[in-house]
Nanobody, 115 residues
């Protein structure tokens, strides 16, 4: 059974940084994409950043220049470094792993940006 375990969320002041991690455990093969989405209260879940197996990455407009996605293929782990955080970044952040035919989601980790 595949599990995605996220960590690194928490409370941070505006302008601060956080690094999220998501480790995929269990038998998982054919990973085509690893990425992060987020969902703020009252809003739809949205893409933050994603990286395909070739190493190419894609960022939402709000994430460009502030967030960096990276992955360790050997560990089936994806990271999200978030800098210059603002209150608008407050949300639950979800890890996503896509394979041929199925998407896996983590349980979410809360990120709160507040003074």
């Amino acid at each position: 059974q595949v599990q995605l375990v996220e960590s690194g969320g928490g409370l941070v002041q505006p302008g601060g940084s956080l690094r999220l991690s998501c480790a995929a455990s269990g038998t998982i093969s054919g990973i085509s994409l690893m990425g992060w989405h987020r969902q703020a209260p009252g809003k739809q879940r949205e893409l933050v950043a994603a990286m395909v197996s070739s190493g190419s990455s894609n960022y939402a407009a709000f994430a460009k220049g502030r967030f960096t996605i990276s992955r360790d293929n050997a560990k089936n782990t994806v990271y999200l470094q978030m800098n210059s955080l603002t209150p608008e970044d407050t949300a639950v952040y979800y890890c996503k792993v896509a394979t041929i035919g199925f998407n896996y989601w983590g349980q979410g980790t809360q990120v709160t940006v507040s003074s």
